[in-house]
């Protein structure tokens, strides 16, 4: 229900923007959130964004890293500026059941089955 796109290659200091495409009901009704995981480590948080359109961000990323999504086009995007080798990893989109994200919206265990496969970014 969720395809990712916009990964690729690009130069430390360059920008990427990534999408995620959903079906109709997912994009709607979820709160829809980016993680990221690199080779060797677990899958972290990178930002979420409400129904409404209230954001929420790693603290790490807040500041380089901006979600938003068109609803009218089922899509969240999620663009990455100042990139750094440190954010080399696979890219996921997921959708959680509820309108809000919550305070923890990190947690990858609460998306359950509804995840994309990814797209890598890679920043050299």
Not at 22 to 30: C, E, L, Q, V
Request: proline share 3%.
């Amino acid at each position: 229900q969720l395809v990712e796109s916009g990964g690729g290659s690009v130069q430390a200091g360059g920008s990427v923007r990534l999408s995620c495409a959903a079906h109709r009901f997912t994009a709607i009704f979820n709160c829809m959130a980016w993680f990221r995981q690199a080779p060797g480590e677990g899958r972290e948080g990178v930002a979420a964004i409400s129904i409404l359109g209230k954001t929420t961000y790693a603290d790490s990323l807040e500041g380089r890293f901006t979600i938003s999504r068109d609803n009218a086009k089922n899509t969240v995007y999620l663009q990455m500026n100042s990139l750094s080798p440190e954010d080399t990893a696979m890219y996921y989109c997921a959708a959680r059941p509820q309108p809000s994200c919550g305070a923890d919206w990190y947690l990858s265990s609460l998306y359950g089955d509804t995840w994309g496969r990814g797209t890598q970014v890679t920043v050299s």
